[in-house]
């Protein structure tokens, strides 16, 4: 399977900071990466697919980028609204695996 | 509105079985591959099994091969996760979620989830 490790683990942050989550494979695989926000008690909600591509409904200020091995989300502008843990997935083959999160919290 | 609503979850002993339904409105269900994603207790996610759009194919994460079947009834507008000798280690948020891109894809929308404790 393909691991995916992001970091850092936990980010603190301010209201209007800008901040980059990173998230690496274990392996090549191209553009097939996908971003979630979940918030404590609900299920994740989809943010960025094919690394790059801002889903349906997704604020502007969030954004993906990166190919291969090496992959970035970034808040340009972070929101209340934004605290939360963010997963990356891969979707090179069937077995579809998940970063191990990202948790933003108030600094 | 695309939905998609679980339920089924709860208490069951080590070894026993338990049968997930996800009832899906606002979209034409019969035309999509759908997944079941799970979250163990303050851990991260992971892809259980999916579903070809008319139920020919299935796939399954290795830890659940011979134990879980995923199916579906297109006229019912529903997917089901059957669930057999179950472990503590599958005691986890059982997300309902519709495959997008292709058969291998990303996850979107998720529904609410339904909790599944394995546990004596």
């Known amino acids: 399977d393909i691991q995916m490790t992001q970091s850092p683990s936990t980010l603190s942050a301010s209201v209007g900071d800008r901040v980059t989550i990173t998230c690496r494979a274990s392996q090549s695989i191209s553009s097939w990466l996908a971003w979630y926000q979940q918030k404590p008690g609900k299920a994740p909600k989809l943010l960025i697919y094919?690394?790059?591509s801002l889903g349906s409904g997704v604020p502007s200020r969030f954004s993906g980028s990166g190919s291969g091995t090496e992959f970035t989300l970034t808040i340009s502008s972070l929101q209340p609204d934004d605290f939360a843990t963010y997963y990356c997935?891969?979707?090179?083959?069937?077995?579809?695996?998940f970063g191990q999160g990202t948790k933003v919290e108030i600094k | 509105e695309v939905q998609l609503v679980e339920s089924g979850g709860g208490l069951v002993q080590p070894g026993g079985s338990l049968r997930l339904s996800c009832a899906a409105s606002g979209f034409t269900f019969s035309s999509y591959w759908m997944s079941w994603v799970r979250q163990a207790p303050g851990k991260g996610l992971e892809w259980v099994a999916n579903i070809k759009e008319d139920g020919s194919e299935k796939y399954y994460v290795d830890s659940v091969k011979g134990r879980f079947t995923i199916s579906r009834d297109n006229a019912k507008i529903s997917l089901y996760l059957q669930m057999n000798s179950l472990r503590a280690e599958d005691t986890a948020v059982y997300y309902c979620?519709?495959?997008?891109?292709?058969?291998?894809?990303?996850?979107?929308?998720w529904g609410q989830g339904t909790l599944v404790t394995v546990s004596s």
């Open positions: 979620v519709r495959d997008r891109g292709s058969a291998f894809g990303w996850f979107d929308p």
């Open positions: 094919d690394a790059s």
């Open positions: 997935q891969q979707y090179n083959s069937y077995s579809r695996t």
